[in-house]
């Protein structure tokens, strides 16, 4: 796994999963955040026209609220708030304080109050939902 996050290594991670993992799929659901690096037209960029990746592909983003998104950045704030304090001088170094924390973390058992209820999700979300 790279380092980095852009359009291209999307591309390769999303032919990887058509071409390797599901070759025989006649249709593959991705779901996915809204991010930028996300875009179709890398595969295009960087692979022949003929591998016809997007044919068989079926992106599905994720809403902006009240989504599994909102608890990640939750967990990722706590992360930097906590664990991230001031400069770190290498990846190991980091990589070092991020399994520190998430093994106390763990160990403790800190969970999330999520209070966002299918009620609320139909309400605030009503155009998300078909009409019946």
């Known amino acids: 796994m790279k380092d980095t996050h852009d359009s291209q ?4 991670v999303v032919a990887h999963i058509a071409e390797k993992l599901y070759p025989q799929a006649g249709h593959i659901t991705l779901i996915e955040d809204n991010l930028t690096a996300h875009r179709k037209a890398a595969l295009y960029e960087i692979f022949d026209a003929e591998r016809a990746i997007l044919k068989r592909i079926n992106i599905v983003y994720t809403p902006k609220h009240g989504s599994w998104l909102n608890i990640a950045e939750i ?16 990846k190991a170094g980091l990589q070092k304080q991020i399994k520190t924390y998430l093994k ?29």
């Open 9 to 12: 290594q999307w591309a390769r």
């Open 75 to 90: 967990e990722l704030s706590v992360l930097n708030r906590v664990a991230l304090k001031g400069r770190i001088g290498s």
């Open 104 to 132: 106390d973390k763990n160990k403790a058992a800190i969970q999330i109050n999520w209070q966002f209820t299918t009620k609320d999700a139909r309400t605030k979300l009503k155009k998300l939902y078909p009409n019946a």
